[in-house]
Nanobody, 121 residues
């Protein structure tokens, strides 16, 4: 079955950096666009970043643009989220997701279990 497994979360001070990884199995990874989402306590899950199946056309939420970078390695079935200049408002559970749509329209079919990121002030 399809599995998306996130890692790399943790506790970091404001201004610090983390790199999240998401390893996919059970699907043809190069055929899926990939996204990162996050959910803070008591809030809805929101979009953070996305990248198309070929590793291009990155998209970012306004709140993370210029601080976060999404990338992927199709040979390793892995998508990454490099997070710099982290702030307490970035504290959330981060999820990766796989979008099998033809048009990179953000229709996510599969989700990971999430990894906790906590940023202390």
């Amino acid at each position: 079955q399809v599995q998306l497994v996130e890692s790399g979360g943790g506790l970091v001070q404001a201004g610090g950096s983390l790199r999240l990884s998401c390893v996919a199995s059970g699907l043809t990874f190069r055929g899926y666009h990939m996204g990162w989402f996050r959910q803070a306590p008591g809030k809805e899950r929101i979009f953070v970043a996305a990248i198309n199946s070929g590793g291009g056309s990155p998209r970012y939420a306004a709140s993370v643009k210029g601080r976060f970078t999404i990338s992927r390695d199709n040979a390793k079935n892995t998508v990454y989220l490099q997070m710099n200049s982290l702030q307490p408002d970035d504290t959330a559970v981060y999820y990766c997701a796989a979008d099998g749509s033809i048009g990179y329209v953000g229709k996510y079919d599969y989700w990971g279990q999430g990894t906790q990121v906590t940023v202390s002030s």
